[in-house]
Nanobody, 115 residues
Framework: QVQLVESGGGLVQAGGSLRLSCSASGILFTIFRMAWYRQAPGKQRELVADITRDGNTNYANSVKGRFSISRDNAKNTVYLQMNSLKPEDTAVYYC?????????WGQGTQVTVAS
């Protein structure tokens, strides 16, 4: 059974930092592209950042220079380090694992940035 379990969300003041973690089980983690998406109230889910099996990364323009995605294949975990947080970063953040036609999602973790 595939499970993606996010943790690390919470309430933070603007300018603060949070680190999200996503622990994966039931998949061959090393071959999966891993990503973080977010969905704010009333908005569509959007890609925040992703990292390929080879470690190549990609970021949404809105988070470039502030967020950093990384993966630890030994721990089957992907991270999202979020710095200089803004109120507009408030959303539910979802972990995603994708390889070929296999596409899995976590339950999400709430990030709230207070102004």
């Amino acid at each position: 059974q595939v499970q993606l379990v996010e943790s690390g969300g919470g309430l933070v003041q603007a300018g603060g930092s949070l680190r999200l973690s996503c622990s994966a089980s039931g998949i061959l983690f090393t071959i999966f592209r891993m990503a973080w998406y977010r969905q704010a109230p009333g908005k569509q889910r959007e890609l925040v950042a992703d990292i390929t099996r080879d470690g190549n990364t990609n970021y949404a323009n809105s988070v470039k220079g502030r967020f950093s995605i990384s993966r630890d294949n030994a721990k089957n975990t992907v991270y999202l380090q979020m710095n200089s947080l803004k109120p507009e970063d408030t959303a539910v953040y979802y972990c995603n694992a994708q390889w070929a036609l296999n596409d899995y999602w976590g339950q999400g973790t709430q990030v709230t940035v207070a102004s």
